[in-house]
């Protein structure tokens, strides 16, 4: 038993590394874009849509493992946590103070729109995402 | 049940030179926010600065402190 579920644990792990290498953005968060389930999760999805970078979306609600093994893997303790092109980039604040001085476009390689608001408050945008993958559900 | 004193005390003192202001944001003792100075901080990224500051708090992270928002600089 002990170890059949450390493979299964591996096999989490393997999923969860899979995801990151094949999607250039990628936000693990509680809930999904259109149907947040936290305040911090909603909030980084509102940054990306403000800069209409595409992304990937994890939701990790579903299984308590993926936040257990995405954690060991990132060394990061909460969610959300965003990483561009494999490299973690931070979890809600970090994102919010990089859209904020504009870094996060650079690191996103978009431009930013010219719309697009100075702050971005939780829930503020609730349009639909440009793109999504959750191939973890 | 965590206070912003509690959590104050314990950056500074696991944190040598920081000044943490900490704030209870819903007054229920689970989401802080935390605005840490720190020589220590200087030559890291944002996160390990984060980093550093969640290493205080270990498995509380999400048990007992549901939330702590960081802001953070070195100087």
Redesign the interface.
Known sequence: MTDLSANQDQSVRQAIESAIAENAVILFMKGTPDDPKCGFSARCVATLQALESPFAAVDILPDPRLRQELSAISNWPTIPQLFVRGELIGGCDIITELYESGELAEVLGVQTPPEAPAKVAPGLDTAAPIEITNRLS | MPTSEELKTRIEAAIPGSHAEVEDLTGGGDHFRARIVAQAFAGLS??EQ??RV?DVFGAD??GPIH?????TRAE
Do not use: D, K
Not at chain 2, 67 to 71: D, E, G, V, W
């Open positions: 944002r996160i984060h980093r969640y992270i999400g939330a702590l928002s960081l802001q």
